[in-house]
Each structure stands twice: as C-alpha cells, then as structure tokens.
C-alpha cells in the first residue's frame, strides 16, 4: 500500500466538508494567533496539544489567555527570547505575568538590553521592535 501525504490526505478531507464545516473549523482551530503586536503566527497542533511560539515582547498586554475549541483545547504559548530561544511556556498568561515574568524580566534585561522589559507588561502594547526602532517610529 503507498503512503499517502499529509497534504493529499488533507485536501481529501478538505474536500468533503461543506463551507459552513470549513468556516466552523478555521473558527474553532484556526491556523494562526494575532497577538497584541499585531502579527500573526502559525498554531501547531498534535494529538495531544496545541502550541504558538511568540517573542515575548509581542505579547505585552495581553491580559487573558488564548482559547481554542470554546475553551475545550487549551493553547500552550512558548514565549520566546528576542533571539527566538524559548524561554517559557504556559497555559495561564494571567498568572505567568504576576508570578514567573519578573524572574524572566531580571535574566533578559542583561541579556537583551535592547528591547522592552516593562515592570507592568500588561501595560505596553506588544511589539515586534527594539527601543531605538520604537524611537525612530515616534520621532
């Protein structure tokens, strides 16, 4: 028996489904996250789980935890350093900003010193710049 792509079993499936079906799973399961910065990045998805990886600095003011499925499949995010090195994952950003993002925030500061590392995260707009970007941007 041949071994079938995953992009041809998908473009089968695809196939059957009716609009309103296809419509119903890109709004349950989207393909991509917009985060606070404004970009948009791909969801990975596995039997068990589903995952973003954003820079953390894209996700400055997000106050409430991505959901998807109505809440039935939870969204890891893998937060990234800026140099795109995973620095932590969660499923609750609520909770990372008041308890694990002050110990991120002292290790990044001194290695990225470049970038944004607010006290208050929850009060900046993500963003995809450095400091000087985000200066030549205002003046």
Avoid: C
Avoid at 39 to 51: L, V
Avoid at 52 to 58: A, D, F, K, L, Y
Avoid at 67 to 74: C, I, Q, R, S
Avoid at 101 to 130: A, C, I
């Amino acid at each position: 028996m041949n071994d079938v792509s995953e992009s041809v079993f998908l473009q089968a499936l695809e196939a059957r489904l009716s609009y309103v079906q296809k419509k119903l799973i890109d709004e349950k399961l989207p393909e991509r996250l917009t985060v606070p910065s404004g970009s948009s990045h791909r969801i990975h998805y596995t039997a068990e789980k589903a995952t973003v990886s954003v820079r953390i600095q894209e996700v400055f003011g997000l106050d409430k935890h991505p959901v998807l499925a109505d809440g039935k499949l939870p969204l890891a995010l893998e937060l990234l350093s800026p140099g795109k090195q995973p620095i932590a994952t969660t499923h609750d950003i609520a909770a990372f900003w008041k308890s694990t993002y002050n110990e991120v925030r002292k290790e990044m500061r001194g290695r990225y010193p470049k970038h944004f590392w607010p006290e208050d995260p929850l009060s900046m707009q993500g963003t995809t710049g450095t400091k000087k970007a985000f200066d030549r941007k205002k003046g």
